[in-house]
């Protein structure tokens, strides 16, 4: 599966295959659309059988090949578990490795960040999210979630 930013077609073909006959996945409402002749938005969320639910934003230049803005949330319940996002954070020095891509989680949510390993602003980000929250929904399932 090409992991591209290249163009709006090749970047929702991605996306859409990564949902196609998923086992896990209950239903989408998952976007991708042109807001103008280079830069597209993919929003929406992924609701899985377990009853998590991963919001997905993006803003991608598909000129430069580059995810401009990015928020992603697993809820469960209407609860917040864990949200990404890219707003900057220089002056938290565990952040400093990953800057600016974190991850925020309990306790404390909003205020709570630790270094997000793995996301990119030049590659699709979807795929280890979708991964993310599958190894997340077992391991809680352990857990009576």
Do not use: C
């Not at 992991?3 to 077609?9: K, M, P």
């Not at 002749?37 to 934003?57: A, D, N, P």
């Not at 993006?58 to 578990?81: C, M």
Request: hydrophobic letters at 35%; proline letters at 6%; zero cysteines.
């Amino acid at each position: 599966m090409p992991a591209t930013l290249d163009s709006y077609t090749e970047y929702s073909r991605l996306v859409f295959s990564l949902l196609t006959d998923r086992a896990t996945v209950e239903r989408h409402t998952l976007a991708v659309y042109t807001t103008s002749r280079t830069i597209g938005i993919t929003r929406g969320q992924i609701v899985f059988h377990s009853g998590h639910v991963l919001r997905v934003f993006e803003q991608i230049d598909f000129v430069t090949h580059r995810i401009l803005k990015y928020f992603y949330e697993l809820s469960y319940q209407g609860e917040s578990l864990w949200w990404y996002d890219s707003m900057p954070h220089p002056d938290v020095p565990d952040l400093r490795s990953t800057h600016p891509h974190h991850k925020h989680i309990a306790p404390d949510i909003k205020h709570h960040r630790i270094a997000a390993t793995g996301l990119s602003f030049t590659e699709p980000n979807l795929p280890k999210l979708i991964t993310e929250t599958e190894t997340f929904i077992i391991t809680a399932s352990g857990n009576t979630q």
